[in-house]
């Protein structure tokens, strides 16, 4: 089979995956769903040849589905979400999300096609990557040489979050403020 | 052609949700589902026909391979995407413990 | 070439703070004063050195499509001098106000943060690089904005965190397709690239954009975040958000995406004006009806985005050297404002206009500033805001659009009623309150009076001798985005 | 170890037996992370996840009192640190900021490719110590006990 049909194969499940993680009751399950459209990404990448984003995403699922398990099933809070939800809103909004889509089909359309991408820059990275930084990995080449600033504004960020995070957890706020 | 498009579904089945969902944890469910939609278009559009991995193997010769700009791109936006989650799970614990619900409509202190 | 250093100094001192800080603030706040000190002086030699030219950094040595690029032309030295500046005064605002709530290295680690988002989106010439500083600076606010660690704070925190994170997710959307039409991320190459690809590509790029910088940059119909998350945070921090942070990840970004890059098509010069006079109507209703000080000068703001956005729609050089020289003149005494609320609301214990009163005696420094504010705001002579205003409606009526002038005018006129209404209520009325104590500290007092001088000293910019060093030569590379691209590429 | 805290006994001993073979893998995969698939981020979460295995197994008590957390919060900023120093070598060494300013070596050889492999530890600590650090102040957080409005 070509590997056009098994990602669409994989996107539709994702797609279904992700709608019933959005309309299940049960938060449970929602969550586990999500983490199944995860794991759908990270085959897509094996499919498309991505086999670090593969890794890095299979690892991240794990952890973001311990984050949100820990935080929130274990607890037994959770209570069902109300049932009468505005329906006109739903109405609104499915449609002018339909719209979009309908909108943007035909432009997508104008892009290069499905595995033909233009490479005018990509070439120069799978021409003398390896030659200009030693590495066999052009990725790595890619995001610790080239473009290693945005690595590190990568890091800036992972560390900004998890001390926001900290800092959000221990907050104890003075009474009188 | 019709794998960015149902790729470009994805991401609005999470921005449909962030719109009408009322719950605290369902919301930051479909801020992740957009996530992984944004990195899928990413490296659907690196995809070559015929071409491998990026990554050179001793004693193969040089053959045809993907675009690897995007898949650094994405590894990025992957981290990116885990610390944010990070901050708003804390954000929505926080939350909890001091309304007792994740549900939106009942967390209604600020107007507007 | 100093430039790197805008992101190393303010990088290196939150890791510093990280390691070095104990228990107690006080080295977090020297050593975030000193290197934001820093940071301004640079700005400023910047200023004085760079003789109107476009300098090209490159990161690791790899040129321009390759690695990233850091470039600097008139228009990011200004912007680095409005963030130096407020940062500076935000920061020794902050000595007192924060140990008010409490006193915590934590703060001053993410203040940095705050600032080395922004300054890397300025500095930055590469499209995927200044999406990962929008991401250091908005994570940062998220985490700012919940400072305080009241309920409501931290509900204002997760709307502002979901909206940033959807608005995040369109910018990289259009990253992407932008990617897969040029194949290049350097804004310069894109610029070149761009007569080359469809226009409809452009089109819905733009819009996504639109929508992604919109959110940030508070415009209506995207502004429902703002006034929560503006009003909840500590009064130095809503300056930084009100004064800097919308306008550096919005203004600015928009700026260079649609007029450096896309080279300013017709239809989205249209869709700005009609933004702008619409966030600047709407917000200006919605301003005077409020009686939180906080929340009324934060809906305050938006109406003022959209004088910006207005001049930048309208497209003829006046029109944007009243853009940018409002967006200047907003940063001041916006902030300004900003910090007069939080010292109220630090001696009063509250931020509603209902239970003030009588405050010219108690806080003569803190009233008088604000006046002076309020008159700048609102477009009275001789402040700098009347100036910047002004240039925006002669632009407007030298355009050929009455009617968005007469708008403008009303506008103005919402602005002074709302502002007139804190002055009224807030310092003027008769007396509610119980305190008798002004607990003010001198590095509060010194913000809000630098803050205040230079309203009145901004107007001097206005002087044609003076604008042709300074505003000028901004204009001049938002109009012309041939040579930026020349430059940027080597050739 | 004779705590009861954690999960039983079985649990207990597997993990100690799986959780060095699981952080020697995370390591070979940061060390390896140029010339393979991988990295410090892959690297770094193998490792938090090893790490929050013997939280889960053995209890917050215990882990608490066998990793000092507090070194682990210090030792997340420094590796941060140690990113932007190595940008600023560059700078010192050699011509410009994030310079890769060590000689690249051998293609395929462990030590080549100049800064890669030590930004890539570097990288790999902090990514598994921040990872590890968030689950542990989520799990510490007492819901029930937060102070209502």
């Known amino acids: 089979m070509p590997i056009e ?27 586990i769903a999500v983490g199944v459209v995860g794991l759908g990404v990270s085959l897509s990448f094996i499919f498309l040849q991505a086999p670090d984003l593969a890794i890095v995403q299979f690892l991240f699922e794990i952890f973001a ?77 890619i995001i610790l040489d080239y473009r290693a600033y945005d690595t590190l504004g990568e890091v800036t960020v992972l560390f900004t979050a998890i001390l926001g995070a900290l800092t959000v957890l221990r907050i104890k706020s003075k009474s009188h403020r | 052609m019709i794998l960015y498009l149902l790729c470009f579904t994805l991401m609005l089945v999470g921005l449909y949700g962030i719109l009408t969902k009322r719950d605290l944890i369902k919301i930051i469910l479909s801020a992740s589902i957009m996530g992984y939609a944004t990195n899928l278009l990413l490296i659907l559009f690196a995809y070559r026909n015929g071409s491998i991995f990026p990554i050179l193997r001793k004693g193969v010769e040089i053959i045809p391979m993907v675009d690897p700009l995007p898949q650094a791109l994405v590894l990025t936006s992957i981290v990116i995407e885990l610390g944010t989650t990070a901050l708003l799970v804390a954000l929505a614990l926080k939350l909890f413990q001091k309304y007792k619900t994740y549900d939106i409509t009942k967390i209604r202190k600020l107007s507007g | 070439m100093i430039l790197p250093f805008f992101i190393i100094i303010p990088l290196l001192t939150a ?171 350097t804004l310069a190459k894109i610029a070149e690239q761009i007569p080359n690809i469809s226009y409809k590509i452009v089109y819905l790029v733009g819009g996504i954009f639109l929508m992604g910088f919109g959110l940030k940059a508070a415009i209506i119909p995207f502004h429902t975040w703002l006034p929560d998350a503006h009003s909840s945070a500590p009064a130095p921090i809503s300056a930084m958000l009100s004064g800097v942070l919308i306008k550096v990840l919005g203004i600015y970004a928009i700026i260079r995406i649609f007029f450096n890059v896309f080279g300013a098509p017709e239809f989205f ?24 000080m906080k929340r009324l000068l934060a809906y305050s703001s938006i109406s003022q985005i959209g004088y910006i956005l207005l001049g930048l729609g309208i497209g003829s050089t006046l029109g944007i050297l009243g853009a940018v020289f409002h967006l200047f003149n907003h940063a001041i005494f916006k902030s300004l404002l900003f910090y007069n609320a ?123 001798e003076i604008k042709e060093v300074t505003l000028d030569p901004i204009v001049e590379v938002i109009n012309n985005n041939s040579e930026y691209m020349k430059i940027v590429l080597g050739r | 170890m004779d705590n009861n805290s954690g999960m039983t006994i079985i649990v207990k001993t597997i993990t100690r037996i ?49 990793l000092n957390i507090n070194f682990l919060e210090k030792l997340e900023s420094i590796s ?33 490719a100049g800064t890669i492999p030590v930004l890539n530890i570097i990288i790999g600590i902090k990514v598994a110590m921040s990872l590890f650090l968030v689950v542990w102040v989520l799990a510490g957080l007492k819901l029930d006990e937060g102070e209502s409005l």
């Open chain 1, 5 to 31: 049909t098994w990602l669409i194969f994989i996107l539709s499940f994702m797609i279904i995956g992700s709608i019933v993680a959005l309309e299940i009751k049960d938060i449970l399950s929602a969550v």
């Open chain 1, 65 to 141: 589905l311990i984050i949100m398990v820990r935080a929130f099933v274990k607890k037994d809070y959770h209570q069902e979400e109300p049932s009468k939800v505005n329906k006109i809103l739903i109405g609104i909004t499915i449609i002018t999300l339909l719209a979009i889509l309908y909108f943007t089909a035909s432009i997508l359309n104008l892009l290069p096609e499905f595995g033909e991408p233009l490479m005018n820059t990509a070439q120069y990275y799978l021409n003398n990557g390896a030659s200009d930084t030693g590495a066999a990995n052009l990725v790595t080449s």
């Open chain 3, 15 to 185: 890791f510093l703070i990280a390691i070095v800080a104990g228990k107690k603030d006080n080295f977090a706040n020297g050593l975030s004063i000193f290197s934001s000190l820093l940071l301004l002086l640079g700005a400023i030699y910047n200023f004085f050195t760079q003789n109107q030219e476009v300098i090209v950094y490159k990161i690791g040595n790899w040129k321009a499509p390759i690695g990233i690029n850091l470039v600097q032309d008139s228009l990011t030295i200004f912007m680095l001098i409005i963030v130096g500046l407020i940062s500076l005064t935000s920061l020794i605002y902050s000595r007192q106000y924060i140990r008010h709530i409490s006193t915590n290295w934590k703060y001053y680690a993410l203040f940095m943060f705050l600032i080395t988002g922004m300054n890397g989106v300025i500095v930055t010439g590469d499209l995927f690089n200044l999406f990962v500083f929008m991401e250091i600076a908005l994570i940062s606010a998220f985490a700012l904005v919940a400072y305080g660690g009241k309920a409501e704070e931290f509900e204002a925190a997760f709307k502002y965190a979901i909206m940033g994170v959807v608005s995040s997710t369109f910018i990289l959307v259009g990253i992407a397709i932008l990617y897969s039409a040029t194949s290049t991320l």
């Open chain 3, 269 to 292: 010069l249209n869709i700005f004006m009609t933004l702008g006079v619409i966030s600047i109507l709407i917000a200006g209703f919605l301003a005077i009806a409020q009686w939180d």
């Open chain 3, 342 to 464: 939080g010292s109220v609301e630090m001696t009063t214990g509250t931020r509603d206009l209902k239970k003030m009163g009588k405050l010219t005696k108690l806080m003569p420094v803190t009233s008088k500033t604000s006046m002076i504010a309020s008159l700048a705001i609102s477009g009275i002579p001789p402040f700098n805001g009347f100036f910047s205003k002004l240039i925006i409606i002669i632009a407007a009526i030298q355009s050929g659009h009455p009617f968005l002038t007469a708008l403008a005018v009303i506008g103005s006129i919402q602005t002074l009623a709302a502002l007139l209404k804190v002055q009224r209520f807030g310092f003027h009325s008769e007396n509610k309150t119980k305190i008798t104590k002004n607990i003010t500290s001198f590095g509060m007092k010194f913000a809000m009076i630098t803050l205040a001088f230079l309203c009145f000293a901004g107007a001097i910019v206005i002087i044609p």
């Open chain 4, 18 to 66: 799986t959780v060095p073979i699981i952080i020697l893998y995370g390591c070979y995969i940061i060390f390896h992370g140029h010339l393979t698939p991988g990295g410090g981020f892959a690297g770094g979460v193998i490792i938090a996840l090893a790490l929050l295995n013997v939280m889960i197994a053995f209890g917050r008590e215990f882990t608490n009192n066998w």
């Open chain 4, 80 to 112: 941060a640190t140690l990113f932007l120093v190595l940008g600023i070598l560059g700078f010192l060494i050699g011509t410009t900021f994030l310079l890769n300013f060590i000689s690249k070596g051998e293609l395929f050889r462990l030590l080549s």
